[in-house]
């Protein structure tokens, strides 16, 4: 149980309502044990009446009815407890999930872009949902029934050994043999655990990537391919399940036939020691009675094991991630700034997973209320510059500031509210329009979700939709075209009204007209702020106060349009060629 380890803090935090609920159990064991003793009395009450005549059939009468108002009282008496148990320790795990599976989604929030690169969604899904209620099985019915077990052993077995010493050892015999099987039948279950939740994250991915891109699937005629490896992936989680299940099958029939054994064992030494005297009648039936309600606690123990196996395989694929630790770490706090111009120094960035130097010793400054254009062949770092300036990745070499602070002294909260973004493929998630809208600032009145709508020419086209900016849209917004994409994305950005805008290639799926219409917007409303825009389109960085050409991540030009027309390079020829195919 080493990863399970890592959950005692939750344990420590619940522990008042887990310690009721452990004293609840052990008074709801202490009125079961009524019944045992007062079915043995009340034979013991028959066979004197029988045998001796010492009571009269009144006496035996009243004894019996009394004995049995007194069982039929413990029984709901503990029956109630029981149900004051489950609902004190179930709902004690739920709290539980509910914590851990904040804690494991707040982790993957602080996580980096290499993380989410390196893993797949449904792997990540599966850990916090799948493995997430594996666990929980462990914090409800495992400590539950673990604790029920453990208080009816110790005071049924008490009991038996204070009323007859040797029948109860003999009694207790095929307990050792019990704990042999469960613990070589342990290491077996733990193993095939782990391979069944690998596998089932496995399942999870491949049905994940189906779904989102069935269009790609269906326009080429994919399915019978798709389908046969979704087969071969159930045939695997099903051969894996039923490889686990052959095991924990065997539990349930060991645990009878040992209960089977001790019934067999006080049947014969109880009811030898009651020819010979040694022991009353009662004595007997108790204990066949206790050696039957010792039948579930002792077959859950093989349950209960295979829970904690399980929870402890998932335990150990959740702790796995909780251990990465983020690339990005927050600055100790930057002081209130008012000047936003951005200076980078000499800036490289390679990208860890693939070793690609992105960005080489890139060096310009771009004052507040100025706007950058910057252009290249795809692959030459344009992205990259961007995901550098919002700390998306940390440079290898060299240094950019705002403001004259360099950005690992910001918090990470504190500079990305400085900073709107619009990707170059956007996402927009399964929301109304307005709310999609609305996460570039939370607090945004349905006014200002329309202007900024109207800032980026998408207005209209959301007025004509029969439930206007309440429609809701499908997943990652495929139910608009890609310009409406781009443009509710933008509209995004500009609700936020941030110091710097960043626009990475976002206006490639709208026309010519609609492109002018949102950068005219552009250049009023951002007239006092930093605009950095990625572009193929020329038309897009035409009056950008500074324009830099990049190639394999190194500045190659860089000036005004008209300076990079003169100086008749790369830009000169790329404005050459999109005015031949616009003639």
């Known amino acids: 149980m080493k990863e399970l380890q890592y ?14 609920g452990v004293i609840i159990t052990v008074i709801a064991r202490i009125f079961s044990l009524f019944a045992p003793r007062l079915v043995g009395d009340s034979l013991t009450t028959i066979e004197n009446y029988i ?24 029984a709901l008496l503990s029956g109630f407890f029981t149900f004051l148990m489950r609902q004190t320790i179930i709902n004690v795990s739920r709290y539980i999930e509910f914590d851990l599976k904040n804690e494991i989604y707040e982790h993957y929030q602080r996580l980096t872009q290499r993380f989410y690169k390196n893993n797949r969604t449904g792997d990540l899904m ?27 052993f110790v005071i049924v077995i008490a ?78 989680s099903k051969d894996k399940n039923m490889s686990l299940v052959r095991i924990q099958a065997w539990f349930f029939p060991l645990m009878i036939l040992l209960i089977g054994v001790s019934n067999l064992i006080v049947i014969f030494v109880g009811g030898n020691q009651y020819i010979q005297g040694q022991i009353e009648i009662g004595v007997l039936g108790e204990f066949i009675i206790y050696v039957n309600m010792l039948t579930w606690p002792v077959a859950v123990v093989g349950w209960v094991t295979s829970i904690v196996q399980q929870a402890e395989a998932s335990q150990k694929r959740i702790n796995r991630f909780l251990q990465e630790r983020p690339d990005i770490v927050d600055g100790e706090g930057a002081p ?13 960035l390679r990208y860890p997973e693939t070793n690609i130097q992105a960005l080489d010793t890139v060096s310009f400054t771009l004052n507040p209320g100025e706007k950058l254009g910057i252009v290249g062949a795809v692959g030459s770092g344009k992205s990259s510059l961007f995901d550098a300036l919002s700390r998306l990745y940390d440079v290898s070499e060299g240094t950019i500031r705002i403001g004259g602070i360099p950005l690992q002294q910001f918090r990470l909260e504190e500079l990305r509210k400085l900073i709107g973004i619009v990707p170059q493929n956007p996402f927009l998630f399964s929301d109304t329009l307005a709310n999609n809208i609305r996460f570039g600032k939370q607090e945004a009145t349905q006014e200002e979700i329309e202007n900024a709508a109207q800032m980026a020419n998408v207005h209209q086209n959301i ?14 917004g495929v139910t608009l075209s890609g310009g409406q994409i781009q443009r509710v994305s933008i ?68 000036g005004s349009h008209q300076s990079l027309l003169k100086s008749k390079g790369y830009y000169f020829d790329l404005f050459q060629k999109q005015q031949t195919e616009n003639a």
Do not use: W
């Open 7 to 20: 959950l005692n803090k939750y344990l420590r935090k619940y522990q008042v309502k887990l310690l009721t």
């Open 51 to 74: 045998v001796d005549q010492d009571l009269t059939l009144e006496a035996v009468k009243m004894i019996l009815l009394q004995n049995i108002a007194i069982i039929i009282g413990t």
């Open 126 to 152: 599966s850990r916090i949902s799948e493995d997430v209620s594996k666990v929980r099985m462990y914090f409800g019915p495992a400590i539950m029934y673990s604790i029920n077990t453990i208080a009816l």
């Open 159 to 236: 009991y038996m050994f204070s009323i007859a010493p040797e029948l109860a050892m003999y009694t207790i015999i095929p307990l050792p043999l019990l704990s042999f099987i469960i613990y070589k039948l342990n290491s077996v279950i733990h193993q095939r655990s782990t391979l069944v939740q690998e596998v089932l994250a496995k399942l999870s991915t491949f049905t994940q990537e189906s779904f989102s891109g069935i269009s790609i699937i269906k326009s080429y005629v994919l399915q019978p391919k798709m389908a046969s490896e979704f087969g071969i992936l159930t045939e695997e």
């Open 336 to 348: 209130t700034i008012t000047d936003y111009t951005i200076s980078f120094e000499a800036v490289s």
């Open 463 to 476: 007025i004509d939709f029969s439930d206007g900016y309440d429609t809701l849209l499908g997943e990652r």
């Open 491 to 558: 509209a995004r950005a500009l609700i936020k009204n941030p110091e710097i805008l960043l626009l990475d290639d976002c206006l490639s799926a709208v026309d010519t007209d609609t492109e002018e219409n949102i950068l005219n917007n552009l250049k009023q409303i951002r007239a006092e702020k930093t605009t950095l825009i990625v572009s193929h389109r020329l038309t897009s960085v035409l009056d950008a106060d500074h324009i830099i050409v990049l190639d394999q991540g190194k500045i190659v030009e860089e």
